[in-house]
Each structure stands twice: as structure tokens, then as C-alpha cells.
């Protein structure tokens, strides 16, 4: 019943941007929302989140760069990246859950989950 899909991801160059999107449906609010990545050999972290509110937490790595959005009206996600890096470069997944309080970017606080989108960046 629960579905998010990603696009959007591509490969830039060092210093370029992307935007992704989530579109979802069948979530019931009040859901947390967010953006985790995972690049090779590495575990999957958390890149972004938003909560009910519209109250967002990013990751340090992220920080001034990456801005997570949503348009309600349209329940799609969005995370617009500036300044890519090469250590950018990884799966992107868009996830929900229901509310937490606690260890927001923890990707096992979330329930529901996309297929991912790449998203590579070169030096």
C-alpha cells in the first residue's frame, strides 16, 4: 500500500547540483521523512529528514549544502544537492516512518523505503 519512488539522480561533476524527488503514497500522517544514502562498501546513513512541521536535520557531511523540502499538496520529497562532492557518490533512498523523537537519521527508524536512485559525482 505504501509506495515511494525516487528519480532524479544522475552523474555531475565535482562542484555541480541535482535535485531529487520521492513521490509517495499511501503514507498517514503524522510520518518523519528522509533522505539516506549508501555508498559502496560503506552502511547506509542518513542524509536528511523532515517531520511533521516541516522541522528539518541533516547530517554534519551535508550541512549547508543539502536542503530537504516537500510539497504536501503533491506528497513528494524533495532534496536539492549544491556542492556536490565525490564523497556524494552513492544510492540514494527516500524513506518514511512513523514520528520519532529520538536518532532521527538512524535508517533503521523507518519502515518504509524506495529502490534508491544513483547519484554520482567525479572529481
Known amino acids: 500500500q505504501v509506495q515511494l519512488v525516487e528519480s532524479g539522480g544522475g552523474s555531475v561533476q565535482a562542484g555541480g547540483s541535482l535535485k531529487l524527488s520521492c513521490a509517495a503514497s499511501?503514507?498517514?500522517?503524522?510520518?518523519?521523512m528522509g533522505w539516506f544514502r549508501q555508498a559502496p562498501g560503506k552502511e547506509r546513513e542518513g542524509v536528511a529528514v523532515?517531520?511533521?512541521?516541516?522541522?528539518?536535520k541533516y547530517a554534519m557531511s551535508v550541512k549547508g549544502r543539502f536542503t530537504i523540502s516537500k510539497d504536501n499538496a503533491k506528497n513528494t520529497l524533495f532534496l536539492q544537492m549544491n556542492t556536490l562532492q565525490p564523497d556524494d557518490t552513492g544510492i540514494y533512498y527516500c524513506?518514511?516512518?512513523?514520528?520519532?523523537?529520538?536518532?532521527?537519521?538512524?535508517?533503521?527508524?523507518?519502515?518504509?523505503w524506495g529502490q534508491g536512485t544513483q547519484v554520482t559525482v567525479s572529481s
Open positions: 524513506a518514511a516512518g512513523p514520528f520519532r523523537m529520538w536518532k532521527l537519521l538512524l535508517p533503521s527508524q523507518y519502515k518504509y
Open positions: 523532515i517531520v511533521t512541521g516541516g522541522g528539518t
Open positions: 499511501g503514507l498517514r500522517t503524522p510520518y518523519s
